[in-house]
């Protein structure tokens, strides 16, 4: 049974910082594509950061220079470390679990971050 479980999330003032967390069991973790995603109310699910089996990342422009995404093989682990918190950051964060060559696709149950003075 593969489960990706989050931590971390919470409340914090702008210009804050949270650090989330995804440990995953049931895959081979360290041939997986790992990202988080997230989701404001009335908007559609994003991809915030994601890192690659390898070790190479990518971000979104609005979190650039802000959120840094690692992974953890020895721990079936992904973070996010989530700097300079903007009120726009606030929303449901996901972790996702992705092998293109087999098509799976896992995603977590969500935290939620809320960014407010």
């Known amino acids: 049974q593969v489960q990706l479980v989050e931590s971390g999330g919470g409340l914090v003032q702008p210009g804050g910082s949270l650090r989330l967390s995804c440990a995953a069991s049931?895959?081979?973790?360290?041939?997986?594509?790992m990202g988080w995603y997230r989701q404001a109310p009335g908007k559609k699910r994003e991809l915030v950061a994601a890192?690659?089996?390898?070790?190479?990342?990518n971000y979104a422009d609005s979190v650039k220079g802000r959120f840094t995404i690692s992974r953890d093989d020895a721990k079936n682990t992904v973070y996010l470390q989530m700097d300079s918190l903007k009120f726009e950051d606030t929303a449901d964060y996901y972790c996702?679990?992705?092998?293109?060559?087999?098509?799976?696709?896992?995603w977590g149950q969500g935290t939620q971050v809320t960014v407010s003075s």
């Open positions: 049931g895959i081979m973790f360290r041939l997986y594509y």
């Open positions: 890192v690659s089996y390898g070790g190479s990342t």
């Open positions: 996702n679990a992705k092998k293109v060559a087999t098509g799976s696709d896992y």
